[in-house]
């Protein structure tokens, strides 16, 4: 009973979080860990992050999926206004990149067409990157049956009160960060795992299409592993 103590005492806290695409573990350990989550919608974007990015494992190791955003106001643009660019046709680059990654995944027969849509879909309209990584997001945390409310920040705050601000330390650039935020991961089977060992705190698309219905229970048993 002692070790399921520190997930449920992060329960009680609010956290902030940046948007992510198909986010990587530590992420929606937060996220399955907090009594409240909020996004960041009116920072400034921020380049080389997890909010145009996510990390798959494949046949030659771990690789990073990037979707091209177009920024309305260059350097200063907010989160909430980066448009998503469909002129490097990424959608069919990136779904032939998770097809040939997952396919031979115990689960991937299962979850394919959850994702399928989003990226085999062709649209002539403008797509908020927001917007797009939250649907996927939900459509993930609700076929999984993990737990996961959003709220959305109405301003912007450089340091907010009352809350624990991840906006930064949720980075792929690991040499930035002040401290870990899970501190061990619990090993599961990865398709490429007995060629390259197994690579912790990549996007959720690889715990889903490895552990299936599972992934609820893995990221569960890695809250408590969370030193936030």
């Known amino acids: ?4 103590n520190p997930g449920q005492k992060q329960k009680t806290r609010k ?3 940046p948007v992510a695409y198909l986010p990587p573990l530590e992420y929606m350990v937060c996220v399955i860990s907090a009594g409240e989550t909020l996004l960041e919608l009116h920072e400034t974007y921020q380049r080389q992050s997890w909010r145009n990015r996510c990390s798959i494992y494949t046949a030659n190791g771990t690789r990073n999926l990037i979707i091209p955003v177009e920024r309305p106001s260059g350097n200063h643009s907010r989160i909430s206004e980066v448009l998503i660019s469909d002129h490097e046709n990424w959608r069919k680059k990136h779904w032939r990149s998770i097809t040939s990654a997952y396919r031979n995944s115990p689960y991937f027969i299962y979850y394919q067409d959850l994702l399928a849509p989003f990226f085999l879909r062709i649209t002539s309209n403008t797509e908020l990157l927001w917007e797009f990584n ?3 997001l939900q459509s993930v945390t609700d076929e999984l049956s993990i737990p996961a409310t959003f709220g959305f920040t109405e301003n912007y705050r450089k340091t ?4 624990i601000d991840l906006r930064n330390q949720l980075t792929p ?3 930035r960060r002040e ?7 619990p090993v599961y089977q990865q398709t490429f795992s007995e060629k390259h060992g197994f690579k912790p705190n990549l996007s959720i698309a690889d715990l889903m299409f490895n552990l299936g219905p599972g992934s ?3 990221l569960a048993e890695a809250a408590n592993h969370l030193v936030i």
């Open 173 to 175: 650039k690991t040499h």
């Open 160 to 163: 907010p009160e009352g809350i």
């Open 134 to 136: 939250l649907k996927v």
């Open 15 to 17: 956290v902030l979080l």
């Open 216 to 218: 609820n229970d893995y």
């Open 1 to 4: 009973m002692g070790a399921t």
């Open 179 to 185: 401290h870990q935020i899970v501190s061990h991961w």
